[in-house]
């Protein structure tokens, strides 16, 4: 896609003349052109490039002049994952409006004839009455993460777990 760079681009976002109706995205990683509807459809753009791990690291390693010789000699596995999250926070204000029912029991008595004799039976009748209420509560939310891609499973971020504020 040479002619990408005579496009004009808007907002990150560059259209391509000849197809009015389709999008191109230029990867934040690696500056490849993506279609707009591959985004669309949910292609991992965790890692948007073919890096080995293990050679990447390896690599890095090799590079630090005053690494430890344990680290430069050492398996070089990869041992983190970037997950790009927003974070949310947020006060909120809920205000109700609504009707409480409370319940009363109350016992009745009265006579029946029973075999030819008056016998006084009692039994318990239960109502409800019903009385207006209404309140409001506020309620802070600090620091909700929201992964901000959409391949992120449920899964991987379970895996992952919580880390605390101040290594974030």
């Not at 890692?47 to 050492?74: C, T």
């Not at 398996?75 to 409480?100: C, F, I, N, Q």
Request: glycine share 6%; net charge negative.
């Amino acid at each position: 896609m040479a002619e990408i760079a005579d496009w004009p681009a808007k907002s990150g976002l560059v259209s391509d003349p000849s197809r009015l109706d389709e999008h191109v995205v230029l990867c934040a990683g690696c500056g490849e052109a993506l279609s707009w509807e591959r985004v669309r459809e949910g292609a991992s753009f965790l890692i948007p490039f073919d890096v080995d791990g293990r050679r990447a690291v390896a690599d890095w390693v090799k590079s630090r002049w005053l690494a430890p010789e344990p680290l430069r000699r050492g398996p070089h596995e990869p041992v983190a994952l970037h997950v790009p999250v927003w974070s949310v926070s947020a006060r909120t204000t809920t205000r109700y409006r609504g009707e409480r029912g409370v319940w009363h029991e109350r016992v009745e008595r009265h006579t029946q004839n029973v075999d030819g004799r008056d016998t006084e039976r009692e039994h318990t009748v239960r109502s409800r009455s019903w009385a207006p209420v209404g309140s409001s509560f506020d309620l802070p939310f600090h620091d909700i993460r929201v992964p901000a891609v959409d391949p992120v499973t449920a899964k991987v971020l379970a895996e992952l777990g919580e880390w605390p504020d101040a290594v974030a």
